[in-house]
């Protein structure tokens, strides 16, 4: 059967049918028909997006104004449609931009920005109108008013998806109670099948902001959420690309664009924490790569028959005896005063000779001399025989053997086991010096991977004439004790336009780039939420026994900053059954969905949390129990799954900087739980003494016939419980007060002692405070008590005055206050 493809050619004009067709596609187009991409694939998500993108939006605009956000949101029902309405109290968008902001795709300031933000693209708010007009067919209806101006401006206005420009409606000044903000207003066909994903929402934003102040009022529901602080994010700076995961594309088109015309400057110019110390190093790395190193070979031994004296010597023509001697004992002297010397350092070592001898003496030893002089000695080094020192027998003079082979073989053996027969590697050494031989640049200069393949090559040998295993750590080894005492040579490298048309020049760059040691990005551009903001957050949500939050230090990927944060809550009100809540944050925006394709979810399962104290059924998976993780992930380029941003993609560098967080946060969680049990043993003995000892001094004083011992101490020193008593003493007209610490623990305990008192005390003990509040006076004490000693704090009070001990500081299973 003739396939449709055969017969294309016979139809006239069919190619030119076909490209009448063509045409381009408009971005708002695009997404008309894939809305799904952008989280809005049904009516339940599409509305908790729509609230997301407004209060992202919110949220940025107030803090890069340094407003402290006020955020209002409502979800007005009619039957099958919602009207969403979002007003916040941010700067406020001019006539000019807000058209295009709200009705533009791919139309916003923070793209090309490397700082982070929450909103990147430009998608996000304009989508949420986009899915409105779809689902309505009724335009947005957008109130701002920027600070200053007497009117607000209201634009009612939809996207034009074939142009993907804003088709405005209505544009006219209104009166508005704000004095600035913005305030939008979109319909759209929805439900509130997701009401608890949009709850978890508002609310675990406010986790993460808790300087915004938020409030939700929806059909069934109305939640507000003050801000647990004044504090602002930290300013956020845009900063250069860092070298380290900067792709080869990327560079190029840098290379491209870059004014700088050397390498170096094109390293200082245009990437973060390269300044020039860290661009030699740069440098120096893609020297290695592109030129290759150069071998360094040992130099002639006192005892071995290289005169490089009379090389020089003789290699020089026509320059006279007296100079002639002294810049061959120059190049000698310089020659013998080395452990090891490559072939350009050889060509230094005569350049220096050479003007040195021509300063003192007059005479020109020009660039055929020098080079001469330099391929005489340099074949006299690789070529000379060492020797061994031996004699064979009849007093025949054992065969030498080269310097190639000689140095090889000490390499070798160096980084070989010691079960390798001697000879085996000396065959090897031979057999490497034979590739070296082989090559035609004498200078020996090699890549990495062309000495790889040479010692690959001598070892494949080695295994077919010796019959010895010659396995791939014996050759790794090898490479790189030879790598190691190879040079990096001096070679400039090309300049950034010739570079920039050279794609392997280009990649040895990167490479060079990414092998280097260069200081981690600066943190300016980030704007972390801080371990103590994460608890400060955790606790105004969440009523629970323990908090703890880790912020671990800058990192790379794919050349953009990144910080990761953890936030862990447990015990009080959360929930014990099932498994814990993992709240997922991507530059303090909460990711409602895909928790299950989120490489934070990946990382929180792989971890063994019965070692941290939580129960996880079969070893893996999400544990079980009353608390609540939290993870931030902060970012100048936050590597989202898809453009709707609802889950983290599984970058290594990313899932291990979340681990290490976690894990940070977590050890804290095992320490607290350590304790808790501990303390729980602790109250069961005391309990149990407490039961014991009064029916034993009851038996006591019935057999003995005395009074009924005092017991109320017994307990705290037998259980090594820290001792806190008030004893009272007449004194004229008033009372002498003490009140007495014991530690009886094995470490000293900082405490914090209050006593509340009904009339005013006079002449305290040093360290005491008194504070006077309605009429009662709190007596402040904040003792250091060493182990197995005790401190006293006395002051004078009117007779009939009340008390009221309070003792903060230690565990209430450790203390014992008798008053």
């Known amino acids: 059967m003739t396939s449709f493809q055969s017969t294309l050619g016979e139809e006239e004009g069919i190619a030119e049918e076909l490209a009448a067709n063509q045409r381009s596609i408009s971005i708002a187009e695009f997404f008309e028909k894939n809305k799904h991409m952008l989280g809005f694939d049904s009516g339940a998500r599409g509305l908790v997006t729509a609230v997301k993108e407004a209060v992202d939006n919110a949220l940025d605009a107030a803090e890069e104004s340094g407003i402290l956000p006020d955020i209002y949101v409502e979800i007005q029902e009619d039957e099958d449609y919602y009207t969403l309405i979002v007003e916040d109290n941010g700067p406020g968008l001019t006539k000019e931009s807000l058209p295009k902001v709200f009705g533009k795709l791919l139309y916003g300031s ?177 020297r290695d790569r592109h030129y290759g190193r150069e071998m360094a070979w040992s130099p ?58 021509e300063a003192e003496h007059g005479t020109a030893f020009g660039e055929t001399v020098r080079e001469n002089v330099l391929e005489a000695v340099w074949a006299a080094l690789i070529d000379a025989d060492p020797g061994t020192g031996e004699t064979l027998e009849g007093g025949d003079e054992e065969p030498l053997e080269s310097r190639l082979v000689t140095d090889l073989y000490a390499l070798a053996d160096g980084a070989t086991s010691t079960r390798k027969d001697d000879e085996v590697v000396r065959a090897f050494a031979d057999r490497l010096a034979g590739k070296f031989a082989d090559e035609e640049d004498n200078r020996h200069r090699l890549t990495h991977r062309e000495l790889r393949a040479h010692v690959d090559r001598a070892a494949e040998l080695t295994e077919e004439y010796d019959e010895v295993a010659f396995g791939d750590t014996a050759r790794e080894n090898v490479t790189e004790a030879i790598w190691d005492v190879m040079v990096t040579v001096p070679d400039d490298p090309p300049l950034v336009r010739e570079l920039a048309e050279d794609r392997d020049a280009t990649s040895h760059l990167v490479e060079g780039m990414r092998a280097t ?24 949500e969440f009523d629970a026994d323990f908090y703890a939050a880790a912020t671990r230090d800058a990192e790379v990927s794919g050349g953009d900053p990144f910080i990761v944060e953890a936030g862990i809550a447990y015990g009080g009100d959360l929930s014990a059954e099932g498994s814990v809540d993992v709240l997922r944050f991507a530059n303090r925006v909460p990711l409602v969905y895909q928790r299950g394709a ?56 990313i899932e291990d900087e979340i681990e290490l967080a976690i894990r940070e946060a977590a050890r804290e969680l095992k320490s607290y739980l350590n304790k808790r049990r501990s303390m729980q043993k602790r109250r069961k003995k005391q309990n149990v003494l407490g039961k014991i000892l009064p029916e034993m001094a009851e038996k006591v004083a019935e057999v003995t016939g005395r009074p009924e011992p005092n017991i109320d101490d017994a307990i705290g020193r037998i259980m090594n419980n820290v001792i806190v008593s008030r004893t009272l003493e007449e004194n004229g007209d008033g009372n002498r007060i003490s009140v007495v610490v014991e530690n009886h623990s094995g470490t000293t305990e900082s405490l914090e002692i209050t006593d509340i008192v009904s009339a005013e005390p006079r002449n305290l003990s040093d360290g005491a405070t008194v504070v006077e509040m309605d009429d009662e006076w709190f007596v402040k004490w904040s003792p250091d008590v060493s182990s197995d000693d005790e401190a006293v704090l006395e002051y004078e009070v009117d007779a009939d005055a009340a008390f009221d001990l309070d003792v903060k500081g230690v565990e209430d299973e450790k203390l014992t206050v008798s008053s």
Request: glycine content about 6%; proline content about 6%; overall charge negative.
């Open 300 to 357: 002639p031994a006192a005892h071995e028959p290289v005169d490089v004296e009379a090389i020089v010597e003789e290699a020089t023509v026509n320059k006279g005896a007296e100079p002639t001697a002294a810049f061959a004992a120059a190049v000698a002297d310089a020659v013998s005063s080395r452990d090891r010397i490559a072939h350009h350092e050889l060509r230094e070592i005569v350049a220096e000779a050479a003007e040195t001898a």
């Open 110 to 286: 923070r793209f090309h920005a490397r700082e982070q933000s929450r909103g990147q693209q430009g998608i996000g708010i304009s989508a949420a109108v986009l899915y409105s007009q779809l689902t309505s067919g009724k335009p947005a209806k957008i109130t701002s008013r920027t600070q200053g101006s007497s009117r607000a401006q209201y634009f009612e206005l939809i996207v034009d998806t074939d142009e993907n420009e804003p088709e405005i409606s209505v544009d006219r000044e209104t009166s508005w109670d704000r004095p600035h903000g913005t305030r939008i207003e979109l319909e759209m066909e929805a439900n509130m099948r997701a009401r608890q994903q949009l709850h978890d929402y508002i609310k675990h934003t406010a986790v993460v902001n808790p300087h915004a102040r938020l409030e939700l009022r929806e059909p069934t529901a109305h939640f507000k959420f003050e801000r647990a602080t004044d504090q602002l994010p930290e300013d956020t700076e845009e900063i250069r690309p860092h070298p380290h995961g900067v792709e080869l594309g990327t560079v190029l088109k840098m290379l491209n664009a870059t004014d700088s015309q050397t390498v170096s400057g094109f390293l200082q110019g245009e990437f973060t924490r390269v300044g020039k110390k860290t661009a030699d190093s740069v440098i120096d790395a893609f």
């Open 517 to 540: 040691d260069i200081m981690a990005p600066p943190t300016r551009c980030l704007s972390p939420i801080t371990d103590e903001l994460i608890e400060a957050g955790l606790r105004k």
């Open 598 to 653: 989120c490489a934070t979810t990946d990382v929180v399962k792989s971890i063994g949390w019965r070692n941290y104290g939580l129960d996880q059924p079969g070893g893996s998976g999400l544990p079980n129990g009353p608390a609540v993780i939290m993870i931030h992930v902060a970012s100048t380029n936050v590597p989202f799954t898809s453009e709707s941003k609802d889950a983290v993609a599984n970058v290594p560098e």
